[in-house]
Structure formats: C-alpha cells, structure tokens
C-alpha cells in the first residue's frame, strides 16, 4: 500500500529544514533565558548566604551551599544542551527514514544530536547513537528492525534519504538507492580536504556500524588494512559508548593512546565535532617512559624521523617500513 510522503521534493525539503532551525533557534533563546535565570538564582542565594551567615546554624548552610551547587550543576547542564544545539544549527541532519511498523510510515531524521520537541512530545531529529538510527546503517528500502529497550521492532522502510547540510543551507539531497552512501562518499571525499581528521557518521557502512555498536565484546581489536578507516570506526565507538552508557562511563574514564604528538593532533577534532569532550591523551613515548621507568632506552619518534631525514640507511628504513 502507498502512502502519502511528507516533504515530498527537495524544495519541500528546504522549507522543512527553515522550520528546523527556527524551532532550533527559539530553543537556544530559551536556554539562554533559564541560564541567566540559574545565575542570577545563584548569586541571589550567595548573597542571601553571605548577609545571614553569622545567624544561620550548621545545617541551614549546608542546605544553602547544597541549593547553590544543585543550581549550578543544573545551569552547567542547559549550557551543556545549547551547545548541541547550536552544532544542530549548523546542519541539523545528514539523513532520513521513513519506517512504518504497518501503519503509515513515520520520517525519522538522524541527526549528530537528538533535538526534542516539547510541544508535539517527541523527538524531530534522532541522535545517530540510538537503537532507532541503526536502521539508517543497516537497511535500504523493505523490510528493517531494530533493538528498542522493549524488544526487537519490525517494520518497513519506505523512503530513505540524504543531505548534505552546511551552515545551516541544503546543499544537496539523495533518493535512496542501493549504494546510495557510495554516492554520498564520493561528494564528501571531493570536497577540499582538511589537516584533522572529520567525523563520518553520515557515510558509516553496515559493517562499520557493527564493530561502533557492538555490546557483547569486552575487548575489541580493530584490524584493516591502511586508510581503512579503523581510527575514525574506533573514535565514533567511543562517542557510541560514551552515548549507551552515559550513567557508568564518562569522558574522564577514557584514555587514547597515539603513536605520536602529530596522529594526536589529525585526530584531536573527531568527538568535539560528535558533541563529545576531548579525551585524555597519551603519546607511546609518554608511556613508554612510564612504564619502563627510564630503564631502557628507545628511539624516540622525533629521533626516528631525524635519522630518517638525515642517513640513507636502507636497512633502518626497511624495518620502519615493516612497522
């Protein structure tokens, strides 16, 4: 059976979009309305603490400074949100499904964050991290499911599509096809390319997206051949985790270990642009010296490279390579 599709052209699309942006606006006008609102709650019962303090016994300070830290926190937290919102503003979404579970079919768009609308109750953008987004990864058109906390959902999907979104302007809009990410790919790889590495959550394949949503490994190897993309699968994996377990993992609970200062730097922009805190890192050499407690001596990679610029050493430079 045919339904009717919502947003049916690409024109329909762009006016789809503006209506995005402006309920995107109107939210970040709010949040900064209830983040003045938290500080000035804040100084207001600082000042109330520091006039009546002499008069307050012990447990009525505690209950202040408890208000202003509870304050605080939730102040900290809207900022936290305004910030996901403004990246949201800039390109709201990279892709849409429209999945129905036998009635009419419902648009999913997937976004880098979910972007909740509280007057109709419910979400208008789908964080690409939950359950419902992996069929973006995993399915074309006909028959899809996904894990909901609930149990397995089935369903159909009947239109897929993709955006380019920059600055807040569509600037081009694909059909769903069988290889629609190659096409999508092709456009992203033309484009002028960057010092650091950029996040891939609009391009990721069905087999990609398995090794970022995988739950059942503890440890997880990560093995390709060179440029096949295992460092971006491994830092979208982390967004991922940090994402499903937000309550038990945090970004102070993660550290990344580099080869060197420069591979820390190409890759240093990828879980900012997800929307997550940068990570603690540490270089080989930083652990090397740590670990071996200056015992043993090794070559250091400046040293490495300083040797390689500087003697034709064709022996060295085969085993560097064998690395």
């Given at each position: 059976?045919?339904?009717?599709?919502?947003?049916?052209?690409?024109?329909?699309?762009?006016?789809?979009?503006?209506?995005?942006?402006?309920?995107?606006?109107?939210?970040?006008?709010?949040?900064?309305?209830?983040?003045?609102?938290h500080?000035k709650?804040?100084?207001?019962?600082?000042?109330?603490?520091?006039?009546?303090?002499?008069?307050m016994?012990?447990?009525?300070?505690?209950?202040?400074?408890?208000?202003?830290?509870?304050?605080?926190?939730?102040?900290?937290?809207?900022?936290?949100?305004?910030?996901r919102?403004?990246k949201?503003?800039n390109?709201?979404?990279?892709?849409?499904?429209?999945?129905?579970e036998?009635?009419?079919?419902e648009?999913?768009?997937?976004?880098?964050?979910?972007?909740?609308?509280?007057?109709?109750?419910?979400?208008?953008?789908?964080?690409?991290?939950?359950?419902?987004?992996?069929?973006?990864?995993?399915?074309?058109l006909?028959?899809?499911?996904?894990?909901?906390?609930?149990?397995?959902?089935?369903?159909?999907?009947?239109?897929?599509?993709?955006?380019?979104?920059?600055?807040?302007?569509?600037e081009?809009?694909?059909?769903?096809?069988?290889?629609?990410?190659?096409?999508?790919?092709?456009?992203?790889?033309?484009?002028?390319?960057?010092?650091r590495?950029?996040?891939?959550?609009?391009?990721?394949?069905?087999?990609?997206?398995?090794?970022?949503?995988?739950?059942?490994?503890?440890?997880?190897?990560?093995?390709?051949?060179?440029?096949?993309?295992?460092?971006?699968?491994?830092?979208?994996?982390?967004?991922?985790?940090?994402?499903?377990?937000?309550?038990?993992?945090?970004?102070?609970?993660?550290?990344?270990?580099?080869?060197?200062k420069?591979?820390?730097?190409?890759?240093?922009?990828?879980?900012?642009?997800l929307g997550?805190?940068?990570m603690?890192?540490?270089?080989?050499?930083?652990?090397?010296?740590?670990?071996l407690?200056?015992?043993?001596?090794?070559?250091?990679?400046f040293?490495?490279?300083?040797?390689l610029?500087?003697?034709?050493?064709?022996?060295?430079?085969?085993?560097?390579?064998?690395?």
């Open positions: 059976m045919a339904y009717p599709v919502q947003h049916p052209t690409e024109a329909d699309e762009k006016i789809y979009l503006e209506e995005i942006k402006d309920k995107l606006s109107k939210a970040i006008t709010a949040i900064d309305s209830a983040v003045n609102a500080a709650d804040v100084q207001d019962t600082k000042n109330y603490l520091y006039e009546n303090k002499a008069g016994d012990h447990v009525e300070k505690v209950s202040v400074r408890q208000s202003i830290t509870q304050t605080a926190i939730i102040g900290e937290s809207a900022v936290a949100k305004k910030k919102l403004a949201l503003m390109s709201p979404y990279f892709g849409r499904i429209d999945f129905s036998g009635e009419n079919p648009p999913l768009y997937i976004g880098i964050h979910t972007f909740f609308d509280a007057e109709k109750n419910t979400n208008l953008i789908h964080d690409w991290r939950a359950p419902i987004a992996s069929m973006f990864y995993d399915y074309e006909g028959p899809a499911a996904y894990e909901a906390p609930s149990g397995k959902v089935e369903g159909d999907i009947t239109l897929k599509r993709q955006y380019r979104i920059r600055q807040g302007n569509m081009f809009m694909l059909e769903s096809g069988l290889n629609i990410h190659d096409d999508v790919l092709q456009k992203e790889l033309s484009q002028t390319s960057s010092e590495m950029k996040n891939i959550v609009a391009t990721i394949q069905r087999d990609q997206n398995a090794i970022i949503r995988n739950e059942d490994a503890g440890t997880l190897i990560i093995q390709g051949v060179a440029g096949s993309g295992k460092t971006s699968i491994a830092l979208h994996r982390i967004a991922f985790l940090l994402y499903r377990y937000k309550d038990t993992i945090k970004a102070e609970d993660i550290l990344i270990i580099s080869p060197n420069v591979f820390a730097d190409y890759i240093s922009n990828v879980l900012p642009e997550e805190e940068q603690a890192e540490k270089g080989m050499e930083e652990l090397a010296h740590e670990v407690e200056g015992k043993y001596k090794f070559q250091t990679f040293e490495q490279v300083n040797m610029l500087e003697q034709d050493n064709n022996e060295f430079k085969a085993r560097i390579k064998l690395d």
